[in-house]
C-alpha cells in the first residue's frame, strides 16, 4: 500500500506553489461559471431525455439502474469538460520568464572573386578587322584615280598663253624690254603654243625699238621661212621699214 502511494503521481493543487498549481486550486473552488454551465445542461439535456425513456419504458430495477448510471456519466462528462475549459488557456499561456528566441540571420553570401584582367587574351589593334586593309584596298584609290579622266589642262595652259601675249602688247609701246622678256617666257612655256606667230612678230618689233635692228631682221627672216604664209608679213616689213624675201617652196606653214 505504501508503494502504490509512492508510484501515485504528483497532482498540481497537492502543495505545488507555481502559478499553475494556484489557478487550478482557485478554478476548483470558484466552479465553472454561469456560461458553461448552461453549455454542458444543453449538451447534456437529450441524454437525461433518452435516460427517462428507457426508465420508463422498462418499468424495473435494471431500468432505474440504467438510468441512474446515465446520469452518472453525465455528470463525469460535465466535469471533464469543466477541467478542460479551466486547464485549457493555462497550457497554451507562455511562461513569463521564458526567454525569447531570435530567429536566425542567414549568413551573408559570399563575394565574387574579382576578375584578373591578366587571364584574358590581348589583342593588337593592328589585329582588328577595322584596322586591317582588305587585299587590293590600298590599290582601289589609285585605279580609281587612273580610271577617271584627268582635268584638261588645255583651257588653263590656253588662258595662261593670252595672257602673256596680252601682257607683252600692253608693255611694247612702252617698255620693249618687258614686252620682249615676257615674249621669251611664251617661248619657253609654250614653244608651239597657238600664238606663236603673234609672239614673234611683237618680238621683231620689241628689237626694233631697241635699236637692234640686224638681231630683228634674222627673226623676222626666221618667221617668214617658218610660216611662209603668215598674215604678219607686212606689219613686219613696216617695223624693219623693209621688203622680206619670200621663202623657199620647200618650206610649208605649219
Do not use: W
Not at 505545488?16 to 444543453?42: D, H, I, Q
Not at 433518452?50 to 455528470?75: D, E, I, K, N, W
Not at 536566425?104 to 584582367?117: D, G, K, Q, R, W
Not at 635692228?213 to 623693209?242: D, H
Amino acid at each position: 500500500m505504501k508503494l502504490e502511494e509512492d508510484n501515485d503521481p504528483a497532482r498540481l493543487d497537492d502543495g505545488e506553489p507555481s502559478e499553475l498549481g494556484r489557478f487550478v486550486r482557485a478554478a476548483r473552488r470558484r466552479g465553472p461559471s454561469a456560461l458553461v454551465s448552461a453549455r454542458m445542461a444543453e449538451r447534456l439535456a437529450p441524454a437525461r431525455a433518452a435516460a427517462t425513456q428507457a426508465s420508463s419504458s422498462r418499468g424495473g430495477p435494471l431500468g432505474r439502474f440504467g438510468g441512474t448510471m446515465l446520469g452518472g456519466l453525465a455528470l463525469v462528462a460535465l466535469g471533464g469538460a469543466f477541467v478542460a475549459s479551466s486547464m485549457g488557456p493555462s497550457e497554451h499561456a507562455a511562461t513569463p520568464g521564458e526567454p525569447v528566441v531570435p530567429p536566425a540571420v542567414s549568413a551573408p553570401p559570399e563575394a565574387p572573386l574579382p576578375v584578373t584582367t591578366g587571364d584574358l587574351p590581348t589583342l593588337p589593334v593592328e589585329a582588328l578587322p577595322s584596322s586591317s586593309a582588305t587585299p587590293g584596298s590600298a590599290s582601289a584609290p589609285a585605279r580609281i584615280a587612273a580610271a577617271r579622266p584627268a582635268p584638261s589642262s588645255e583651257k588653263p595652259r590656253r588662258e595662261d598663253e593670252f595672257e602673256l601675249i596680252q601682257r607683252a602688247q600692253d608693255k611694247l609701246a612702252s617698255e620693249p624690254a618687258r614686252a620682249l622678256a615676257t615674249l621669251q617666257e611664251h617661248a619657253r612655256l609654250f614653244p608651239a603654243g597657238e600664238l606663236t606667230q603673234e609672239r614673234e612678230t611683237m618680238a621683231v618689233e620689241a628689237l626694233v625699238r631697241m635699236h637692234r635692228k640686224p638681231e630683228a631682221r634674222t627673226r623676222a627672216n626666221a618667221l617668214l621661212a617658218r610660216f611662209p604664209r603668215t598674215p604678219y608679213v607686212a606689219r613686219l616689213e613696216s617695223a624693219l621699214g623693209e621688203p622680206l624675201s619670200l621663202a623657199s617652196p620647200g618650206n610649208t606653214a605649219r
